[in-house]
C-alpha cells in the first residue's frame, strides 16, 4: 500500500486489491439480511468476530461542531473487509461522544451504486478485537435503502435500545455486497441537522481503489443556523 499527496495537500491511500477480477461474483448471503433500493426492514440477523474476511482498510473520524447552543460530537467508525470469494463487506459504527448535547436517532452511508447488491446484519460483540470497532449497546430497529440505490440508512428509535445517548455507542453495522472494490463514501448523522464525514463505499468499477483522505473543507453540515468549533481527525491503521 502507498501513500501519495495531491496538489491540495490531501492524501490518497492506493490500494491494489490482489486478484479482484471475480468473475460473476454474487454477493455471499450467509448470516444477512437482503436490503433492495426502495425497501426498509427491522435488523434481526447478528453477526461475530469469525465471519469477517480480511481487513483491507479502517477509519474513524471526529467530529465536533456547536449551532444553537447545542452540540454534537461523534466518531464515526468504518472498515472494508474482503470475502473468500472476493465480495466485499463495509462495517460502520458511531460513537456520540458524551459532551453532546442530544442523543441521535439516524445515521446513513451513501455513494452506494444502484446496482451493488446489499445486505444487512449487526454485531453487539467487539468482533476485531484490537481494531477501531468496540461493542455497542445501541441496536437499530430499522435499516432501509434510497430507491436509487443509496444511502442507506439506520433507525434508533422507539425498538432496540432507542436513541443512541451521549457517551453511547452504537452496535457494529455490517452491509455485505457483491461488490469488489471500494471507494470513498460519506458517512452522515441526522439529529435536526445533518453532519457528514469520509467513509468507504462500494464501486462499480474494477482493479484499483482510490481512498482519499477526507480534509476538514470537505466535512459537510446542513443547518439552518450558524455553526462554529468544527474539528475533524481522521486515524487509519
Known amino acids: 500500500m502507498s501513500t501519495i499527496t495531491n496538489r491540495f495537500g490531501a492524501k490518497a491511500i492506493i490500494a491494489t486489491l490482489a486478484t479482484l477480477a471475480v468473475s460473476g461474483a454474487t454477493i455471499n448471503s450467509a448470516k444477512a439480511q437482503s436490503l433492495t433500493p426502495g425497501t426498509m426492514i427491522t435488523p434481526s440477523v447478528t453477526f461475530s468476530g469469525s465471519d469477517l474476511g480480511t481487513l483491507l482498510d479502517s477509519q474513524q473520524n471526529d467530529v465536533n461542531f456547536v449551532f444553537g447552543g447545542e452540540t454534537l460530537n461523534f466518531t464515526a467508525r468504518s472498515a472494508v473487509y474482503q470475502n473468500t ?73 422507539a425498538g432496540g435500545n432507542g436513541r443512541i445517548l451521549a457517551g453511547g455507542t452504537s452496535a457494529i453495522l455490517r452491509v455485505r455486497t457483491d461488490a469488489t472494490n471500494f471507494q470513498p463514501g460519506r458517512f452522515a448523522v441526522i439529529n435536526g441537522v445533518a453532519a457528514s464525514t469520509g467513509s468507504f463505499s462500494p464501486s462499480p468499477s474494477g482493479g484499483v481503489s482510490i481512498v482519499n483522505a477526507p480534509e476538514p473543507a470537505s466535512l459537510t453540515l446542513f443547518a439552518p443556523l450558524a455553526f462554529a468549533g468544527l474539528a475533524l481527525a481522521r486515524r487509519k491503521r
Do not use: H, K, M
Open 85 to 157: 470469494n472476493g465480495t466485499l463487506d463495509f462495517l460502520y459504527q458511531l460513537v456520540n461522544a458524551p459532551t453532546s448535547s442530544n442523543s441521535i436517532g439516524r445515521f446513513t452511508v451513501s455513494l452506494i451504486p444502484l446496482e451493488t447488491q446489499t445486505s444487512i446484519a449487526f454485531s453487539s460483540d467487539d468482533v476485531d478485537g484490537t481494531g477501531i470497532f468496540s461493542s455497542g449497546t445501541f441496536v437499530p430497529d430499522g435499516a432501509d435503502r434510497g430507491p436509487s440505490g443509496s444511502p442507506i440508512g439506520f433507525d434508533f428509535r
